[in-house]
């Protein structure tokens, strides 16, 4: 864990999960993959399997939610409600990141993208959750899998001033994934 942030995170600040939604036109954004589904209240997203014909570059798709983050300390903790190929990407952007790449995790800090890729060696499962710490005022943020830190996944530091969370779905098994509540 970053040994400047968290040292008492037991009050999240800021935007509370709860109060996270997917955003509409980043799931649908042409990227040459697969689009992502929405549910109703958009907060849960899966690749949509009917647009797996049409993927043309790549298997992976962005999703981001609507409310950028800016402020204090907050996370942003989604729950893996189906697998899918055992990988997953999540972190956040700051607004003006490209949606254009085929693949999220490909690009950097630089880019304004700060991504965690997780994959076959965290042993995802269904009912896993995935959360990410972001502390302005320290400048870190970290990430957690079921309240652990992932071995191998270095906080990042020296934050951007605005964020926005985002999630990176890869169509092969058709994962799906929810936003959950803070106290999740």
């Not at 992502?36 to 797996?52: D, F, G, P, T, Y």
């Not at 934050?159 to 106290?183: C, F, N, Q, W």
């Amino acid at each position: 864990m970053c040994s400047k942030c968290f040292a008492e995170f037991s009050a999240v600040e800021n935007l509370p999960s709860e109060a996270l939604f997917f955003d509409r036109a980043s799931a649908e954004f042409d990227n040459g993959g697969p689009r992502i589904m929405l549910s109703e209240a958009c907060r849960s997203a899966e690749v949509n399997q009917e647009s797996l014909g049409f993927v043309q570059n790549t298997g992976w798709h962005q999703v981001r939610t609507q409310q950028e983050l800016e402020a204090g300390a907050t996370e942003f903790k989604v729950r893996i409600d189906r697998v899918g190929n055992k990988e997953i990407v999540v972190g956040f952007v700051t607004p003006e990141a490209t949606q254009e790449c085929y693949c999220l995790h490909s690009c950097t800090p630089a880019d304004g993208v700060f991504v965690w890729y997780v994959g076959f060696d965290a042993d995802l499962q269904s009912g896993d959750v995935l959360t990410v710490r972001i502390d302005f005022d320290a400048g870190c943020a970290v990430l957690e899998h079921n309240g652990e830190a992932l071995e191998g996944k270095a906080p990042f530091e020296e934050l951007p001033g605005r964020v926005v969370p985002v999630v990176e779905l890869y169509a092969h098994k058709m994962p799906k994934i929810t936003i959950v509540d803070s106290e999740s």
